[in-house]
């Protein structure tokens, strides 16, 4: 092989190296980045009660501070939502009012005392409503 023919591997072959060692390091920091957000981010499961009581499977969650998905079930045969509220009565998030499967919302919990209730009328009055602490 001539040294003209030599010189264009060479140089194609450090090409691709050099493309192949960028193409790496950038999946590198996507992968590092995707795992940082799912490892900040928590689910917290609220579940009304299938039985189609006026209530939650759980009254009581605990959880930690961080970004949270608020994951909301409704097997119940009544249509219900879930709403998060603070201390100070401030709505942090809510679902839509559906029956059945569900709906999420996403909320950065710091320490504290949450409640979480169903705001269709009468169904927190009943008693569908809980306490989520975040420590």
């Known amino acids: 092989m001539n040294s003209s023919k030599m010189r264009r591997l060479a140089t194609a072959g450090t090409l ?14 996507a992968s590092a980045s ?16 299938p039985s189609g009581m006026l209530k939650f499977t759980q009254s ?12 909301f079930t409704n097997k119940s045969p009544l ?18 009012i559906f029956a059945g499967g569900k709906k999420s919302f996403d909320v ?7 409640t979480y209730y169903c705001s269709v009328p009468g169904h927190r009055a009943a008693g569908m409503q809980g306490t989520l602490t975040v420590s």
């Open 34 to 49: 995707t795992a940082r957000s799912a490892a900040a981010t928590h689910t917290v499961n609220i579940m009304a009660n």
């Open 16 to 29: 691709l190296a050099a493309c192949l060692c960028v193409a790496a390091y950038s999946t590198s920091l």
């Open 60 to 71: 009581s969650i605990k959880t930690t501070p961080g970004k949270a998905v608020i994951v």
């Open 108 to 114: 950065t919990l710091t320490a504290g005392k949450y």
């Open 79 to 96: 249509p219900h939502d879930v709403v998060l509220i603070n201390s100070k009565n401030k709505v942090l998030g809510k679902t839509p």
